[in-house]
DNA sequence: AGAATCTTTCAATCCTTTCTGAAACTACCC
DNA sequence: GGGTAGTTTCAGAAAGGATTGAAAGATTCT
């Protein structure tokens, strides 16, 4: 077996690994596939190239490009006396992860916080009416708006450190990230 | 409209909420709805309460129960003269997430890795076996070597963090978050 | 031991998401 | 303008997950 069998083989197997984490990242498998597929080999790649690599119709690879790009983890590229489009992946990892963190926030985030502070609105004035031979009612009131009120305060913490995060400042976080786990036991040293 | 009624749609309206966001942590809709059903009432319920609540079949409520108990974010409890074994949520949030995040990195991360240090393996060799003749070939595994060696470290940096904040100490870390969320701009006061 | 009560399992069904492939569309060239 | 190369769209097909419900399995009580 020649080392190029062995390189693709490595590389099929990364983009079945990629292909699995899918779900926990929340894009289809085939598109994290063919972002593993940019991203692996670090060369621009056109539609033709990922159909051809992965197997799968042509229609599914422009979704699939086209979805990255709106993630803005890939981008066009072009040769020069070529027509064709071709894509290649972001090639700095915490780059593309604050990408996604910046996607998965407006995503689902942002939604979820509007959502809350509805539901908040919705029972902000329950107590005053529940009337005063009711206790029961009046407490599962108050149990009601302090577990709300919990899970806002910390999807606000969420999206504020993840603010930092993805921001040009998150560099002193990702190098604060890096040396922190680096280096777990050895902060008593003398 | 009473008060309790409003309640109940209050309720209601969370539970369909966090049931939307099920997908991005990784559960099925329905048992982040059980969740939301128990987080947010704050009281014991039994599986009928959870079967007629939200309407769903004794077959998926079973399950959906079990596979919260599995996750660690509910647990059994019993009342004194009744047989039924009643479940109840985690109150506090951040003790909810961390539970979250560690098994999500004992699902996701810790596979992923493995995979990664396999995939290294398959390629650590190969370098040497391309015969000079074929700088191309040399260069496109000197590419894949740097591109998966980034990723493993990026996941084992995450896995690291992960660590520190689900442990004790990570209260720490969730006191530290929660102070830099809420004074973001007030670091200079005197 | 048997009855009563509650829980779990799993094959069949239903539903949602993903994928295909061919047609429509766009941009460029002669 | 007509032809060609490349890209996007979308209705229908297929795959993958979630849900049901009824039967089997536990557990506790008398």
Redesign the interface.
């Known amino acids: 077996m ?3 069998a ?2 693709t ?3 099929d ?2 983009i079945a ?1 990629w292909g699995q ?1 899918a ?2 990242w ?1 894009v289809s498998r085939t598109m994290a596939e063919v972002h593993a597929l940019l ?5 621009p790649l056109c539609t033709d190239d990922v159909m051809e690599r992965l197997q799968i119709s042509r229609g599914n690879a422009s979704m699939s490009l086209r979805a990255l790009l709106d993630w803005a983890i890939i981008e066009r590229a072009h040769k020069r006396g070529d027509r064709k489009e071709y894509f290649h992946a972001e ?4 780059t593309l ?1 604050r990408a996604i963190v910046r996607q ?1 926030i407006t995503r ?1 985030v942002d939604p ?1 916080l509007a ?2 502070y ?2 908040r609105d ?2 902000a004035i ?2 005053k ?2 009337r005063s031979d009711n206790e029961d ?1 009046r407490e ?2 108050d ?2 708006n302090q ?2 009120e ?2 806002l ?2 999807f ?2 969420l ?3 993840a603010a ?1 995060f993805i921001s040009p400042a998150g560099k002193g976080l990702q190098a604060a ?2 040396l ?3 280096s ?1 036991r050895e902060e008593a040293a003398p």
Do not use: C, N
């Open positions: 020649t080392s190029a062995q390189l083989q490595a590389q197997r990364f690994v984490m779900g926990a929340g991203y692996i080999t670090g060369e090639q700095d990892v915490w992860f998965r689902e979820l959502s809350l509805e539901i919705m029972t329950d107590r009416r529940a009612l599962r009131i149990i009601h577990r709300l919990s899970m305060e910390f606000q913490t999206e504020q450190l930092m990230a890096t922190l786990s680096k777990p």
